[in-house]
């Protein structure tokens, strides 16, 4: 190729803008259900009380509040921190048999170990949850009682989700993905990312009802 072309070429090639990439790797959302059986539960009653979902409901949330106050067992979405909920918790019921009432519990749960919250300790979101059934923590409430004693175990499951533009990797952790673009000759600033790409990814994150998947 003459000179007299090539120079010019490589001019321009070097003001076309290149698409360049960084990722991190964050930790993900945990989502814990917990299980809670009434084998003797008094079904009949259950269904003439006037509103029993929203009162189960609320019921259920005092208790996690509960926990809560003494062991920080509730996460948050990163931009949605409600000081009355526990990490947006999700409470359905169902009536499993003529004497079987089913809770399940679905939040955004912190990481274990979770802190005590007025001494220097460590527990698990299982173990403190289990302690708080035995001490009768999910009858906190009058509204619960007649749904009788809850079984002994407590049944538990988990699972790890990431916002909009992360993927899950190593189970537990998130890998972000950041697109830059910088002309080709030039050196990648600390800053020049895309802005309006690495705000989607922080602000639109997955709604706790699609979360749910367990």
């Not at 539960?41 to 189960?56: F, G, H, L, R, Y």
């Not at 009536?95 to 220097?120: C, L, M, W």
């Not at 299982?126 to 407590?154: C, D, E, H, M, R």
């Amino acid at each position: 190729m003459p000179n007299s072309i090539q120079f010019p070429l490589l001019l321009l090639l070097s003001l076309v803008p290149v698409i360049l990439c960084q990722e991190s790797i964050v930790p993900a959302i945990r989502v814990v259900r917990l299980q809670i059986d009434y084998e003797n539960a008094d079904i009949s009653s259950v269904q003439k009380i006037n509103k029993w979902n929203s009162i189960m409901r609320n019921s259920v949330m005092a208790s996690l509040r509960f926990i809560n106050k003494h062991w920080l067992i509730c996460g948050e979405e990163e931009d949605e921190k409600s000081p009355i909920d526990c990490g947006k918790a999700q409470v359905t019921g169902d009536i499993v048999n003529d004497h079987h009432y089913q809770i399940n519990v679905t939040f955004i749960s912190g990481r274990d170990p979770v802190k005590n919250a007025k001494v220097e300790a460590t527990s698990t979101v299982f173990a403190v949850s289990q302690i708080g059934l035995k001490g009768g923590i999910f009858q906190y409430t009058n509204a619960l009682k007649v749904l009788g004693k809850p079984s002994g175990t407590l049944k538990f499951d988990e699972a790890f989700f990431c916002y909009r533009g992360q993927s899950l990797v190593e189970g537990d952790k998130c890998r972000k993905l950041f697109v830059g673009r910088r002309l080709r000759d030039s050196e990648w600033p600390a800053n020049d990312m895309d802005e309006e790409r690495t705000r989607n990814v922080e602000h639109n994150p997955i709604r706790l009802g699609t979360l749910i998947a367990l």
